[in-house]
Each structure stands twice: as C-alpha cells, then as structure tokens.
C-alpha cells in the first residue's frame, strides 16, 4: 500500500492554458474524490467516482472543468481555459466502500498557480 | 446544504496541556459520519478520529477523543498530553451520504500551535 500520489506537485501555468492533473489511489479503493483547497479554507469537493462512473459532482466544477476514470484506475482532472481563480491546491482521496468504517485517504495535492 | 463550522480559526497551548477544538455541524439525515482531519504544514491530511452519528458512544483514538453531542449537533476533538507534532490545521469533516457515497463538507479548520 503505497498511499493515494498525485502529480504533479506543482503546476505554474499562464491564463488561459490549459492544465491536467493526475491521482493513483490505492490499488484496491473504488471511490474517488477531488476536493479544491484555497488558502486559509477547508477543502471543497468538486466531484467523486465510484469504479469508472462519475456519480456526483459539485456546482463548483464548472464547464470548463472536466475529470475521467478510465477502467476505474487512476483519474484525470483537466481545466480549461484557466483563470486566475482557479489557483488552489487540488486534492484527490479515495476509499473502499460502502462500509461501516470508511474513511477518505488524501494525496499530497497538486499546487496550481495560474498567472 | 450541509455546513460545518468551526469558530477557533487559531488555538496555542503548551506542550502536555489539553485542548479542545469546536465544530458544529447542520443536516437533515439520520445516518451520517463525522471526521477529524489533521493537516500538517506541508504535508498530506490524515484521518485522526471518526464517529458514526448512530453509535452513542464517543470515539477515542489514543490521546484523541471526541464529545459527540447528537441533538446539539456539536462534535468537538479533544487531545490530551499535547505533543509539539500536533501541530498542524485541523478539520471537521462530515459526510451524510452514510458511508462514502459523496464527497465531504468540511469547515474552515482551526490551526493548532504546540509551544514547546
């Protein structure tokens, strides 16, 4: 068990590019999570899958955001066209489940600054 | 829409003290869990301590514990015996989707200093 990686850690992009991010969770988790984190706040989820399926996804993760599970492996999440205010720290977590005690387990993050 | 408030946006204690940290919480649902998460500076959020909203019993993990008071919707970490590692941002957490169907809400966090 090697933990939930993300990569890269650090992305410093220019408006208006495009930028795509990775999570690997832990081999044998079904669900998982994006959260974005900007500073002084607590993380804010943006959507979540369980195996290939994306299930749900928040009213913060705009058009030109989009995110894949592929074969329920690792995920992409991808923005467009980014904006200043996309700067954050993007988190990924994944879980087994469901199970009565079940808990999220989180990645070091991805730091985005757009410029 | 669920919300989860945490209104100790800083705390500091010495070292081997006992703090306690504040959260509160809204739903409708009667199945839902609770979480405390510790960030450290730089590093990676880590699970500290769960409770299932339908077990009385407050959950205890070593020198963590929680007092989960169900009707007030209050859900506070103590940690006993502080040590200069429990340095870090600390978040509540709930989830009321009953087991990980969803994502988290999470309130603002409370940062924790440890004074040697």
């Known amino acids: 068990d090697t933990g939930v990686s993300q990569d890269p850690r650090h992305k410093i992009t220019k408006r208006g590019q495009n930028v795509t991010f990775r999570c690997d969770p832990i081999s044998e988790h079904n669900r998982l999570y994006w959260y974005r984190q900007t500073l002084g706040q607590g993380p804010e989820f943006l959507t979540y899958f369980q195996n290939e399926a994306q299930l749900e996804k928040s009213r913060l993760l705009s058009d030109r955001f989009s995110a894949e599970r592929p074969k329920g492996s690792f995920s992409t999440l991808e923005i467009q066209r980014t904006e200043q205010g996309d700067s954050a720290m993007y988190l990924c977590?994944?879980?087994?489940?469901?199970?009565?005690?079940?808990?999220?387990?989180f990645g070091p993050g991805t730091r985005l600054t757009v410029t | 829409a669920q919300t989860v408030t945490q209104s100790q946006p800083e705390m500091s204690v010495q070292e081997a003290e006992t703090v306690t940290l504040s959260c509160t919480y809204d739903t409708s649902e009667s199945n839902y869990y609770l979480f405390w998460y510790k960030q450290p500076p730089s590093r990676q959020m880590i699970l500290v301590i769960r409770q299932e909203a339908y077990k009385q019993q407050n959950a205890t993990e070593n020198r963590f514990s929680v007092n989960f008071q169900k009707a007030a919707k209050s859900f506070s970490l103590k940690i006993s015996d502080s040590q200069l590692g429990d340095t870090a941002m600390y978040f509540c957490a709930s989830d009321h989707s009953g087991g990980g169907a969803d994502g988290l809400t999470f309130g603002k966090g409370t940062h924790l200093i440890i004074q040697p």
């Open positions: 977590a994944s879980s087994l489940g469901p199970r009565e005690d079940y808990e999220q387990y």
